[in-house]
C-alpha cells in the first residue's frame, strides 16, 4: 500500500473542546438534499414525475425544509420547480431551496424558477478550499471571496426586487474541510455583511465536508470553533452537511450538532455524491433510539424504501442500519435464543421501555413485523426454531423436547446448505413427530369417564378401549387408568409386550377459538435405556395425548 502517498488531515487548534460533553435532546432543522445532491450522484437522474413523487415523499415524512433542485443546471430541474409552485404541490409549511453557483446568469435563472413560491432558501456556493482555488480556479483568496460577495449581493438585490419576504438565503463555502478555518470565516463573515444577516433574517452558513477528509471528532472540532468564533452567532443558523467517503457522515453530522450546529442536510438511505450524503433515516432514528423525538415520521419504513427505490433506481443493503431487509433479523443460534427471551420479558416488565437483546429498537415502530426476526439456517438453535413455531403456528415446544428438534432442523439445513421458511420448519416438525404410522397405527380410540361417581377410584376413572396395529399384526385391549394417556399406556404395554414409560408430557391449545385444535408432546423411556419423542395433534386432548404416545413409540431406535 502506498500510503506515503497521503499525509494526515490537520487537527483544529482549539482548546477547552466542550462538545464531547454535549447530548443530543432535540432534533435539529432536517433538510433533504434528496432531490439536489441525492439526484445529482444518480446514473439515471429522477425525471419530473420522479422527482414530484420523491418530494411528496419527503413532505410525508416531515420534512419542512427541503432542497428541490439546481434549476439553473438543467431544463428538468428547472420545470420540475416550476411544477411544485404551478401546481401548488407546496404545503405551506413547507420551505423549497434551490441551489446555484455563484454566478449572475445561473443566480437570475434561479430567480425566475422560484418567482411566486410563498417560501423558499436561494442556496448560494462557491468553492473555497486551498486545492480548488489553486489548481481548478487559480485564483488568491481575495478573488475566491469576491465571487462570494458578488453572488450574495446579487441574490439580496433580486430577493429586494422580487417583494418576497418569503426568500431566505443560504450560503456554501464549498469544500469547507479543504479550506483554512481563518478564512472560511472570513468569507462567511464578508457573506453576512453583504446580506445584512440579523437576528430576524439570520443566515444560513452551511459548512460541508464536502469531501469528508477526517475523523468526524476533526470536524466537530472545526463546527466548535466556528461556532464560537463567528460574528453575531445569533445572525445565523449554522448548518452542516456531511459526505461519507470516509464512512462516518452520521457520525460527523451528530458531533457537529453536539458542537452547536442548528440544522443538518442530508438524504434519505446516504444517497448522494460518491459514497454518499449523510443519511438521514440514521441519523434521525438514532435520536428515536435514544427517547428523542426525530421530528420525522419513519413508521413506514417500508413504504419510504419502496418509493426511494422506484425513483431513484439504487438498491438499499440488506445490512443498512434501521432499513435494510435483514436487519431484525436473527440467523445464530445464541442470538435467536436472547430475542425470544427478551421479547417475552419486554411485554411484562422494563417499565414499558423497549429491552430486547440484539433488538435497539422494536422493528414494529418502523413499519418492519416480527415475523422477519428469527430466520433458520445451520447456524440456527434451537430457541430459534421454537420461537418460529410459536410466532408463526402457536406450536410452543417444550424446552426438553427442543434440543432434539433442533438437531433434525439443523440436519436438514445442512443437508439443502440454505435457509428454511417458517413453513418447511412446521412441515419438518411435522414429518419427524407428528405423522408418523410406522410401525405403529392407532387405528380406533374410545375413550370414556367415571365422572360421576363420587366413589370412583381416581387411579381407574377412565377406560379406554383400543385397536392398534403393530406392523402385520393387529391387537385391541381395554384399559383403565388415572387418564386417558395412562390408561393407552398400561393397555398398550400389556397387550403388545413393549415396555415403556412417559418421562416428560406437555400440552396446549393451538388457537383460541371454539373450533381450536390441541397439541401434545411426550418423552417416553424404555427399560434398556433408549427414549424418544412425540408429539400429537387432534380437535380432542385426550387423543393428541394417545397420538403423541404413538408418534413417540414409532421413533424409538
Ligand atoms: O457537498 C457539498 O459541498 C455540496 C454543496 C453544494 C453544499 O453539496
Ligand atoms: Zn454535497
Not at 435520536?287 to 421530528?295: C, H, K, R
Not at 427399560?527 to 424409538?556: E, Q, W
Request: charged content about 25%; some cysteine; aromatic content about 8%.
Amino acid at each position: 500500500m502506498n500510503f506515503q502517498k497521503y499525509t494526515a488531515y490537520p487537527p483544529v487548534a482549539i482548546s477547552g473542546r466542550t462538545w464531547p460533553d454535549g447530548t443530543i435532546t432535540k432534533a435539529p432543522i432536517w433538510c433533504s438534499v434528496d432531490l439536489r445532491d441525492g439526484n445529482q450522484a444518480l446514473p439515471v437522474p429522477m425525471s419530473v414525475d420522479e422527482k414530484v413523487a420523491m418530494f411528496q415523499l419527503l413532505v410525508s415524512v416531515g420534512f419542512k425544509e427541503i432542497e428541490v433542485g439546481f434549476p439553473s443546471a438543467s431544463a428538468t430541474e428547472f420545470a420540475f420547480v416550476r411544477r411544485l409552485i404551478e401546481k401548488q404541490l407546496i404545503p405551506d409549511d413547507v420551505t423549497i431551496q434551490v441551489l446555484t453557483q455563484s454566478r449572475e446568469h445561473l443566480i437570475r435563472k434561479t430567480f425566475d424558477a422560484i418567482r411566486g413560491a410563498k417560501n423558499a432558501i436561494v442556496h448560494l456556493y462557491n468553492s473555497t478550499s486551498t486545492l480548488q482555488r489553486d489548481v481548478v480556479f487559480r485564483k488568491n483568496r481575495e478573488e475566491i471571496k469576491a465571487i462570494a460577495i458578488e453572488g450574495t449581493s446579487l441574490v439580496r438585490r433580486l430577493k429586494d426586487k422580487s417583494g418576497n419576504p418569503g426568500i431566505r438565503f443560504e450560503y456554501s463555502p464549498e469544500s469547507f474541510t479543504g479550506t483554512e478555518l481563518d478564512y472560511a470565516l472570513e468569507v462567511c463573515h464578508a457573506v453576512m455583511d453583504t446580506w445584512g444577516a440579523s437576528p430576524e433574517d439570520k443566515v444560513i452558513l452551511n459548512l460541508p465536508s464536502t469531501v469528508e477528509m477526517s475523523q468526524p471528532n476533526i470536524y466537530a472540532d472545526r463546527i466548535e470553533w466556528f461556532c464560537r468564533n463567528v460574528r453575531s452567532r445569533d445572525s445565523v443558523l449554522i448548518s452542516v452537511h456531511t459526505h461519507n467517503d470516509r464512512g462516518t457522515a452520521v457520525s460527523a453530522a451528530e458531533f457537529a450538532v453536539m458542537a452547536g450546529a442548528d440544522r443538518v442536510e442530508g438524504a434519505l438511505f446516504g444517497n448522494g455524491e460518491r459514497c454518499g450524503n449523510m443519511d438521514i433515516v440514521i441519523m434521525a432514528l438514532n435520536l428515536f433510539s435514544q427517547g428523542v423525538d426525530p421530528g420525522l415520521d419513519f413508521t413506514d419504513l417500508p413504504r419510504v424504501r419502496d418509493v426511494y427505490r422506484k425513483c431513484t433506481r439504487m438498491d438499499i443493503h440488506p445490512r443498512h442500519p434501521y432499513a435494510g431487509e435483514l436487519v431484525y433479523t436473527a440467523f445464530s443460534g445464541s442470538h435467536q435464543d436472547a430475542i425470544s427471551k427478551g421479547m417475552k420479558a419486554n411485554f411484562q416488565s422494563n417499565g414499558g421501555l423497549w429491552a430486547v437483546p440484539y433488538l435497539p429498537i422494536d422493528p414494529r415502530d418502523v413499519g418492519c413485523n416480527y415475523e422477519a426476526i428469527v430466520r433458520i439456517n445451520s447456524q440456527s438453535g434451537k430457541g430459534g426454531m421454537a420461537y418460529v413455531l410459536e410466532t408463526d403456528y402457536g406450536i410452543q415446544v417444550p424446552k426438553w423436547m427442543q434440543p432434539d428438534f433442533a438437531e433434525a432442523v439443523q440436519a436438514l439445513a445442512d443437508r439443502t446448505g440454505e435457509e428454511l421458511s417458517p413453513s418447511q420448519i412446521h412441515d419438518l416438525f411435522h414429518s419427524e413427530y407428528v405423522t408418523l404410522k410406522e410401525p405403529i397405527m392407532l387405528k380406533k380410540c374410545h375413550i370414556a369417564w367415571d365422572d360421576m361417581d363420587p366413589d370412583r377410584n381416581e387411579a381407574e376413572a377412565t377406560s379406554l378401549s383400543c385397536i392398534v396395529q403393530v406392523e402385520e399384526r393387529e391387537f385391541s385391549f381395554e384399559a383403565k387408568g388415572n387418564g386417558p394417556l395412562d390408561a393407552f399406556a398400561k393397555g398398550f404395554v400389556k397387550s403388545s409386550g413393549m415396555e415403556f414409560s412417559v418421562e416428560e408430557y406437555a400440552e396446549h391449545a393451538i388457537g383460541h377459538s371454539a373450533g381450536a385444535t390441541a397439541i401434545a408432546y411426550i418423552k417416553i423411556g424404555t427399560p434398556d435405556g433408549r427414549m424418544a419423542f412425540g408429539a400429537g395433534v387432534d380437535s380432542n386432548i385426550s387423543l393428541a395425548s394417545i397420538k403423541a404416545t404413538v408418534s413417540a413409540l414409532n421413533r424409538l431406535p
